[in-house]
């Protein structure tokens, strides 16, 4: 059942206890979430941008 996995959700439990304890309030989360969300949306923007790669360098820097 989807509503009992939500509720075993590591990161869901670990930030609950995190602010439980007082090692982070509800606000130092939320800037750190939205610090990790831009920081995805200007990856994503910037390898959206690139030149998709050769199929050659797919076995570039692969441990053979």
Do not use: C, G
Request: glycine residues 0%; proline residues 3%.
């Amino acid at each position: 059942d989807l509503k009992n996995w939500k509720l075993r959700d590591p990161i869901t439990r670990y930030k609950k206890a995190m602010i439980d304890n007082k090692v982070f309030s509800e606000a130092e989360f939320l800037r750190i979430e939205n610090e990790i969300i831009s920081k995805i949306d200007a990856d994503w923007e910037k390898a959206s941008l690139e030149e998709f790669p050769n199929k050659d360098a797919l076995h570039e820097l692969v441990y053979e």
